[in-house]
């Protein structure tokens, strides 16, 4: 018989989950979605998948690429949120540098105004359920705009990777993405089944036993423009096994935002 640490895939998701009910605790799950600019198939499928599972879906929306057409597409998914996907994801950053939009290298006074244009883009588009939240491309961020994201107006930030705090030293929220179905290099394409359910016992084991930050729900990282059918297909899977019995409870970050604001 296999020790319970060597197990993987789906067995180890459901050793994790059964590790959480022991505890008498329900663990919290969140779903960001990149690159929304308009209404297309994929979109109309991943907003399905959201409906099906009762998983509300935050889009990470590009402000210089939004549609007309997008806020009508919203106007009835009371669980789909809108944040700001930068400005035009551009990336800014010299060669031989990770691309960022708003990374280190970029003026500051440059980047603040892109992102104040960008906002008042997803203001005038009257996107439904938006949120006053910051996604970067490429979920980098340099650390100067970061301490000025709460002057410009910003309740939130969220990248990848477990978070270090609830809130950065001048107050803002942060809330980050830990598991993400699709491999990135050489192309898109699916991660695979084992790799990506790795991540997501990661992030839920540290949680459950100290090691990140407990509070932080669990974020999946999708990009429907960017799915093939391996990935959907697996995303499905997720949905439906985290939401079934003995799965865990999916949240919104406008609840975040709500709870963050009355704790001061």
């Known amino acids: 018989m296999a020790l319970e640490a060597d197990l993987t895939g789906w067995a180890a998701l459901e050793r994790e989950l059964s590790l959480w009910k022991q505890a008498g605790e329900i663990p919290t799950f969140w779903w960001r979605d990149d690159d929304t600019q308009g209404p297309t198939a994929a979109l109309d499928q991943l907003i399905g ?13 590009v402000p210089k690429g939004v ?14 949120f809108v944040v700001q996907h930068g400005y035009a994801h551009i990336n800014h950053e010299p060669k031989g540098k990770r691309a960022s939009e708003i990374g280190e290298s970029r003026d500051l006074p440059l ?40 002057q410009v107006g910003y309740k939130m930030l969220t990248a990848f990777d477990p ?33 990506t ?22 974020g999946l990282l999708t990009h429907h423009l960017q799915t093939d059918t391996a990935t959907w297909d697996f995303v499905e899977a997720l949905l439906d096994r985290l939401t079934g019995e003995g799965g865990g409870a999916w949240i919104t970050l406008a609840s975040l935002l709500k709870q963050g604001q009355a704790n001061g």
């Open 111 to 150: 980047q603040i105004a892109d992102l104040r244009a960008g906002w008042e883009m997803l203001l005038a588009a009257e996107l439904p359920n938006l949120l006053p939240i910051v996604a970067p491309p490429w979920n980098r961020i340099g650390p100067r705009t970061v301490q000025a994201l709460p």
């Open 49 to 61: 998948l959201s409906d099906r599972f009762g998983a509300p879906l935050h889009l990470a929306a």
């Open 197 to 218: 359910l790795q991540q997501v016992v990661s992030h839920l084991a540290a949680r459950r036993t100290g090691q990140a930050d407990r509070q932080e729900p669990t």
């Open 163 to 195: 978070r270090l705090s609830a809130k950065t030293p001048e107050g803002l929220l942060q809330v980050n993405c830990h598991i993400d179905p699709v491999r990135w290099k050489e192309g898109a394409a699916f991660r695979g089944t084992d790799k």
């Open 67 to 80: 549609e007309p057409a997008l806020a009508a597409r919203l106007e009835l998914c009371d669980q789909v």
